[in-house]
């Protein structure tokens, strides 16, 4: 029987073929569609320190993934608002730090959801614990204790607030690296403190990675409605600048509130089928900058951190009056009262039954004074063109307690021991 010579292609396919196996074997397992995504270890491992005069994840870099939960507090006389606010720190302080899950009986529930596995990573996590107004309500034994600008917060003219998503006697911003880490902290505190805190309502968001610049500098993420969002935002690393704008100080705060700040959040619904449809040009003015760069309508051709100069458009013909950076801050002696630290993430919630996108923005900001910053902007902002096309529906206003300054410390202790002087 005569024997074929073996083809030269299909010999130097097998070769090929086996080289390529020996190279996958050498480098590890082929993934599988039911691999996990591999994590960063310099991600996960990453820690932001829990102790300092002021909380973190105010001026702390903002990470990737961000949730706000607001809560209704079952504490019937202060020694119930001091466990609880012991507890909470403890667990608070626990989770940003990482370590192992303790084993307990398995005939018990586990102390743990495990949705992190058996050992928790800090993973850049911080919690910003802050009270609202209505803590202090009806509580005689916190009488004369609600800081000086704290409220409930009021509907604008074009809100449409839906009660369920709107205040709070407490809240809680959660931000990490990962959503796991957010919602996995979440689950933990409404575990742990299920005597003293109940769920009100809680939003997710995330603000996208973004590529550095030419220059090494990286650019502010793009909202929902595809603009830079922060190009003007007071800088974090400036600390003279952050005492200023974003911390509590003065007389006119109880002694306790020093060091805090005013967080206000707002769950703002974009309508972005019809803003899809409205042309480049109406978009850009609407904004009062280019939608690509973020540069000022001023001067296109600069970067979104170029200042307008509204002195020299007094007629409004590159930034319209009306236009949302125009208003929101005309860069005069006055406005510089009226600054804020922007802190917001997009969130995306499904679909409306009227078969809409539940889209928009997490808007966090914190200040020093709440009705000079917040308050003051927005009702500068109220009847703007962008109102078309955005549609707040809940948040609130809460005042974030100073920080821990060590284990010997705990969230509100000063709060208590003012309640227990007076």
Known sequence: ??????????????????????????????????????????????RVPFHGPHQAGITTPRPENGLVASFDVVATSLDDLE?????LTDRARFLTEGGPVPDLDPALPPADSGLLGPVIQPDNLTITVALGASLFENRPWLAGL??????????FPNDALDPDLCHGDLS???????????????????????????LRWMVEGDVPPVLADARGATPSA?????????????DSNDAALMDRIVWTTGPHEP????????Q???????????????????????????????????????????????????????????????????RDAESQRHLMLRRPFNY????????????????????ADLEAGFIAVQNRLNGEPLEEYVKPVGGGYFFALPGVRDKADYLGRALVDAARRT
């Open 83 to 87: 466990r609880m606010l012991r507890l």
């Open 146 to 155: 609600k800081p000086a600008r704290l409220q409930r917060m009021a509907q």
């Open 222 to 234: 793009r909202n929902f409605l595809g603009f830079r969002d922060g190009s003007a935002n007071p």
């Open 348 to 367: 995306s919630r499904g679909v409306l039954p009227n078969g809409q996108l539940d889209q928009g923005l997490l808007f966090i900001c914190y200040q």
């Open 264 to 330: 206000a959040v707002r769950i703002i619904r974009n309508m972005v089928e019809r803003w899809d449809r409205t042309p480049l040009v109406e978009q850009e003015r609407i904004f009062g900058r280019t939608k690509m760069s973020g540069a000022p309508l001023d001067n296109p051709d600069a970067t979104e951190h170029h200042v307008p100069d509204y002195a020299a458009d007094p007629e409004g013909r590159a930034i319209p009056h009306d236009a949302h950076i125009r208003l929101a801050n005309p």
């Open 255 to 262: 002694g306790w509130a020093q060091g805090g700040s005013y």
């Open 172 to 198: 809680i911003q959660f931000c990490a690296n990962h959503p796991d880490s957010t919602i996995h902290a979440l689950r933990d505190i409404v575990k742990t403190l299920s005597e003293f805190l109940v």
């Open 1 to 46: 029987m005569r024997h074929l010579a073996p083809n030269r292609r299909a010999v130097l396919l097998a070769l090929g073929a086996s080289g390529l196996a020996l190279a996958a074997r050498a480098q590890g397992p082929v993934p599988q569609v039911s691999d996990a995504p591999a994590a960063e270890p310099r991600d996960t491992a990453r």
